[in-house]
């Protein structure tokens, strides 16, 4: 097949990892017959330095004339000012919006390979597969918001409505169906009336999933039994704030957040895939970069924007296969040992493809 694939590298290790992720992606298009185009644009603090917006219109139009998009990650020391106008981070914030991506797919497993680089005993990351479904483009990162008149209180808005809550449990719950069966609604029903909202609607909405388990978990319990149970868990559904707190502290049971890929996802076909980790600006341009994210995130590029299941299989294949075999980046090597630069980590995947 042909497909066109937009790629924004963004700063920091983004531009070593989707390098990586677009050497293995073209690896699979000349194993499997296809051809895929790649487009690059730019997003992020190299965006503000090129433009002054952190997401040119360009980027977002070259965006809509392709299959997918595949994104590195943004900021730097650079751009760390919080309260600057202009920052990366809105970036991500807007393309998500634009294209209306609403879920946002993490999946955590522990790879035995690695399990020593977690910080939890081995016993408890025995099974750990839990799949996060965050909800991307509602709740408290876009409510109203407000820094009130002389600077000495502040808010912002956690707002929910049915549909938005149904859309996305809807999704969690046929994720279920594919997996163990079994979906987490993480809430906070015994305090806010937009959680007490969303328990109603995922409520609701399991009736159509008869097959399905469904728990509610208040998020401060659930927070405590992803580190206690952590392999208890399958589907995981939980608002934007809450999913984002949640993922980065699941991150640890794969062992590094350098494992860890996403996909975001809307009611289109196009989709945007980026490694879960952030920019890490103290490793930038060493070849320190663990490309397994960014790798992983093109898989499921492959598997949800092209419907190449086979496609992308083999490359989670290749890089489990990979790391069975020793291969090790930085972050996930012994203090002192020899290890794989980034580029040679995804020549490694693309000699198992
Ligand atoms: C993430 C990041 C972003 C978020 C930031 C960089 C805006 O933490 O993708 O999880 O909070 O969504
Ligand atoms: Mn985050």
């Given amino acids: 097949m042909k497909a066109r694939i937009t790629v924004l590298p963004g700063d920091g290790i983004g531009v070593e990892v989707t390098t990586a992720a677009v050497d293995v992606l073209q690896k699979v298009a000349s194993r499997y017959g296809h051809e895929f185009e790649f487009n690059e644009a730019l997003i992020g603090g190299i965006a503000i330095d090129k433009t002054g917006t952190a997401l040119p219109d360009e980027t977002?139009?070259?965006?809509?004339?392709?299959?997918?998009?595949?994104?590195?990650?943004?900021?730097?020391?650079?751009?760390?000012?919080?309260?600057?106008?202009?920052r990366p981070?809105?970036?991500?914030?807007k393309i998500r919006k634009h294209f209306g991506l609403f879920a946002n797919l993490r999946p955590v497993k522990t790879y035995p390979a690695l399990a020593q680089y977690s910080p939890l005993r081995l016993d408890l990351l025995d099974g750990?597969?839990?799949?996060?479904?965050?909800?991307?483009?509602g709740g408290i990162y876009f409510g109203s918001r407000q820094e009130q008149g002389d600077g000495d209180s502040a808010y912002d808005t956690e707002l929910y409505t049915v549909p938005e809550v149904e859309r996305i449990a809807h999704i969690a719950f046929r994720a279920a169906q594919g997996r163990r069966k079994k979906v987490s609604s993480v809430d906070k029903a015994n305090v806010l009336a937009s959680m007490r909202l969303w328990r109603k609607t995922?409520?609701?909405?399991?009736?159509?999933?008869?097959?399905?388990?469904?728990?509610h978990v208040l998020v401060d319990s659930c927070a405590m039994h992803?580190?206690?149970r952590p392999a208890s868990f399958d589907v995981l559904v939980a608002s934007n704030m809450f999913g984002d707190i949640l993922s980065d502290e699941a991150s640890v049971f794969a062992g590094s957040l350098g494992m860890l890929p996403s996909a975001s996802l809307g009611a289109e076909r196009i989709g945007l895939y980026e490694p879960v980790h952030g920019s890490a600006p103290d490793i930038a341009g060493q070849g320190k970069a663990n490309p397994t994210g960014a790798i992983l995130s093109a898989a499921m590029l492959l598997r949800y924007s092209l419907s190449l299941e086979a496609e992308a299989k083999a490359v989670e294949a290749a890089v489990e296969g990979v790391l069975d075999g020793g291969a090790?980046?930085?972050?996930?090597?012994?203090?002192?040992?020899?290890y794989l630069s980034t580029s040679e980590f995804a020549q490694a995947v693309k000699d198992k493809i």
């Fill in 60 to 86: 977002l139009r070259q965006a809509e004339q392709s299959d997918a998009i595949l994104l590195g990650a943004v900021g730097g020391y650079k751009w760390d000012n919080p309260s600057a106008p202009v």
């Fill in 89 to 93: 981070e809105q970036g991500l914030l």
């Fill in 128 to 137: 750990v597969d839990m799949l996060f479904v965050r909800e991307l483009t």
């Fill in 202 to 215: 995922v409520t609701k909405v399991h009736e159509d999933y008869a097959d399905v388990q469904l728990d």
């Fill in 226 to 228: 992803l580190i206690t």
């Fill in 328 to 338: 090790r980046t930085a972050d996930i090597s012994a203090r002192g040992s020899s």
